[in-house]
């Protein structure tokens, strides 16, 4: 940064900073567990500087015409955690002999802003370095001034202690992720939330972190967020759900949970000798992301099965070796993802997608990963996941009935047998899913060995890893 924020007056900063938390310690033990918030009497330099930019109406125009309210708020800001700091705990650059001087030029606003927030860092350096691995830090770097640096979430003068950010009513992230704030304020958490904020229901920094924000559906999406809450979450989908891990590997959470959204299958290219994601930039892939652009411009449909099929053999022979496709069912909309409800509510129903013409099968996206961890996705012909030709293409994803047409019967047979007396339907159902099982292992044989003799006339494609 060339701001005004020094190097030699970051250190000032700093040792006002350790001054500051001395200070702030014994005020709150003086306090005697009183909230931090209990107005501290400012320095007669602070009171110095509040006598002109108390006024509402003190203002400055920027090189770009717009004009920059200088106004600051004397009773917020002797309410805020910075109280003990004083104004040059963070404007150590301004000196009361030369200030103000008109001749500092500010190209912009969010100029200011962004150069200014800088100076958070010197006191808050672990927040800092958590906040520089961010999605967010990381759009900003790349040119999107929408996204948040500290004070946008914390604000500069009116800085509270963590507890204020931490409730619905005041939650930062509301400011620019609305339609997804209203979302989850319907949820069950968002409402449990609501009604008790002591309560252990989370809140978007429960399960996307503060700081740390990163590509909301990278990898397994936030699974990991929410087993840390609901530990005995596998256990308990056990009992019914056969196969769970699988099912929470390839299904999102809320593509069940958040029961009126609509779904679909984002198809992931996996490099398969280093089971990584594929990522915009690597060899090869700016090539593939070409033609599958091209396709979805030309057909509306996108690539059908035989183009997705070439294209995985002309990666595997003339780039970075075979890749395999991932299939992920979650939900479609963002904003939906969040509109989750109580556990009555939820998809249990096996043939909401376990069987041919299954909604969710219905749109189909493809996906590369960007250097940020977000898909981006495009369309693409849903007959990819039923044709014969992606047995090879998508052998990574196997969702019976719904992808495999001719086991639509298995599952029928399993939904009558719940309908009968619970103790019969139970035996009946294991019965019958063992069948069920078996058949599937019988399936995936004869894929297997299908697949295994394309290797051996030359067209590996996708997989060239179980021979490479
Ligand atoms: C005599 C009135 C006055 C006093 C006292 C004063 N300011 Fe200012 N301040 C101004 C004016 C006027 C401007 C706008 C100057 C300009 O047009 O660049 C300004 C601009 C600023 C700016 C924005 C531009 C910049 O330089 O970054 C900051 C920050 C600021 N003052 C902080 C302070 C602090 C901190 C103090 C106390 C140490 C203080 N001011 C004391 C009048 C004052
Ligand atoms: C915790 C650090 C911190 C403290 C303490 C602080 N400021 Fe600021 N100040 C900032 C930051 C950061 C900005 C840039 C705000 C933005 O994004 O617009 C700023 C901006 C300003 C501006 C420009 C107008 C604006 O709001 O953007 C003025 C004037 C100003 N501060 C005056 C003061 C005065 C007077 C005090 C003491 C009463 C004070 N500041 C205390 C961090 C601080
Ligand atoms: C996208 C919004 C956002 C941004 C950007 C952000 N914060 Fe925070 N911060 C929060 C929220 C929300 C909390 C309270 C909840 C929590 O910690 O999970 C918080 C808490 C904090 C806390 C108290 C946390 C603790 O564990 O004691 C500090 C200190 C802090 N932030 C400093 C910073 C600094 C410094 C920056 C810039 C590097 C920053 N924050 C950027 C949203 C944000
Ligand atoms: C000069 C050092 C200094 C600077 C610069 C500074 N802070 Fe602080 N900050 C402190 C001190 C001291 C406290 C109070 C002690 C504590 O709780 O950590 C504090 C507390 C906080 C808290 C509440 C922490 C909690 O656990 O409740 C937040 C949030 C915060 N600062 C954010 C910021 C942001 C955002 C900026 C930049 C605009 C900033 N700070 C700049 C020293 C600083
Ligand atoms: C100042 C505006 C702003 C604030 C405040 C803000 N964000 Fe963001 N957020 C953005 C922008 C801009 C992006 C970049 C992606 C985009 O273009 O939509 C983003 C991206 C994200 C993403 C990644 C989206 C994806 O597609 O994977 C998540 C997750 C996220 N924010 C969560 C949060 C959380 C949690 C908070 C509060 C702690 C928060 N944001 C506060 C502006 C903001
Ligand atoms: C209970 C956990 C949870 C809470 C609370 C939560 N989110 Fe999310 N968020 C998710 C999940 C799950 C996804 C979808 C990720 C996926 O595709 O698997 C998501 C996705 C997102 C995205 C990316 C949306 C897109 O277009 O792909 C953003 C941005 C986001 N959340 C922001 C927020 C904000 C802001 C809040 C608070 C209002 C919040 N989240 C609260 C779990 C949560
Ligand atoms: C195939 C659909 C499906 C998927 C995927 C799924 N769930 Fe569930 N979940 C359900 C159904 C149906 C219930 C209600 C079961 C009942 O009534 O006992 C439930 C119940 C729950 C409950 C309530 C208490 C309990 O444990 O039974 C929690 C918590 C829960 N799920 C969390 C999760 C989490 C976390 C994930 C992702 C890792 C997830 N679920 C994935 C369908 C699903
Ligand atoms: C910070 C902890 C926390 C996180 C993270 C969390 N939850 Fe929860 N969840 C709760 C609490 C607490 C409740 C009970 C809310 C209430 O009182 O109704 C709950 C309720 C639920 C329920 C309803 C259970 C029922 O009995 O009806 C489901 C389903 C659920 N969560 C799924 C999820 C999913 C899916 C995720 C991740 C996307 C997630 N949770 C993340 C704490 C959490
Ligand atoms: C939300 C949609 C959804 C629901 C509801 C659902 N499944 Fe699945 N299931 C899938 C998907 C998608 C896969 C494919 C996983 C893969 O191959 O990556 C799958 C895989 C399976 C497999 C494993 C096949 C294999 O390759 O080993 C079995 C068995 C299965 N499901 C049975 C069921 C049963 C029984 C139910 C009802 C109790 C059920 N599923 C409910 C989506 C669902």
Redesign the pocket.
């Known amino acids: 940064m060339t701001g005004p924020f020094t190097a030699r007056r970051r250190a000032s900063v700093l040792r006002r900073g350790l001054l500051g938390f001395v200070l702030s310690t014994v005020l709150c033990w003086a306090g005697a567990g009183m909230a931090f918030a209990a107005t501290a009497e400012l320095s007669q330099d602070d009171k110095t500087c509040l006598g002109c930019h108390e006024a509402a109406d003190l203002q400055k125009q920027l090189t770009n015409a717009e004009t920059l309210s200088l106004h600051v708020n004397a009773e917020a800001f002797a309410k805020s955690v910075h109280a003990a700091i004083g104004c040059t705990g963070c404007h150590a650059d301004v000196d009361l002999g030369e200030h103000p001087s008109a001749e500092k030029a500010i190209a912009s606003a969010r100029q200011y802003s962004l150069a200014a927030a800088e100076v958070c860092r010197s006191c808050h350096s672990d927040k800092y370095e958590l906040y520089e691995g961010s999605?967010?830090a990381v759009?900003l770097r790349t040119g999107?001034e929408?996204?948040?640096v500290c004070t946008?979430?914390h604000g500069p003068h009116d800085v509270g202690p963590k507890a204020t950010y931490a409730t619905v009513a005041a939650?930062?992230?509301k400011?620019?992720?609305s339609d997804i704030f209203d979302a989850y304020a319907q949820s069950m958490h968002g409402k449990a939330r609501a009604q008790a904020e002591a309560s252990a229901a989370p809140l978007?920094?429960d399960c996307?972190s503060?700081h740390e924000?990163k590509?909301?559906?990278a990898g397994e999406g936030r699974k990991q967020a929410c087993l840390n809450c609901h530990s005995e979450a596998v256990a308990t989908h056990k009992e019914w759900l056969p196969n769970t891990e699988l099912h929470f590997q390839t299904v999102s959470c809320p593509a069940c949970h958040a029961p009126n959204a609509t779904r679909r299958i984002d198809l992931r290219i996996y490099n398969a000798a280093t089971s990584q994601q594929v990522a915009s930039g690597e060899t090869g892939v700016p090539r593939i992301e070409g033609r599958i652009k091209a396709a979805e411009a030309a057909g509306g449909k996108g690539l059908d099965p035989m183009e997705l099929w070439n294209l995985i053999s002309v990666f595997a022979r003339e780039d970075s070796g075979a890749m395999v496709l991932r299939g992920r069912l979650e939900v479609s909309d963002?904003a939906e993802a969040h509109r989750m409800a109580d556990k009555a509510k939820a998809l249990s129903d096996c043939n909401t997608c376990h069987r041919a013409g299954s909604e969710a099968f219905r749109s189909v996206t493809i996906s590369i990963a960007r250097p940020d961890g977000?898909p981006e996705r495009y369309g693409i012909d849903r007959e990819v996941l039923h044709s014969p030709v992606s047995i090879d293409s998508v052998r990574g994803f196997y969702a019976i009935g719904a992808t495999r047409i001719k086991l639509l019967d298995v599952l029928l047979l399993l939904a009558l047998a719940a309908g009968v007396a619970v103790p019969l339907a139970h035996l009946t159902a294991r019965w019958a899913f063992r069948r069920y099982l078996r058949k599937i292992e019988e399936e995936k044989a004869a894929a297997a060995a299908a697949t295994g003799d394309a290797g051996a006339t030359g067209n590996r494609g996708a997989d060239g890893d179980a021979s490479a």
């Open positions: 999605l967010h759009a999107n929408a996204a948040p946008d979430c939650v930062p992230c400011n620019c992720h978007c920094s996307h503060a924000v590509a909301a559906s963002g977000r």
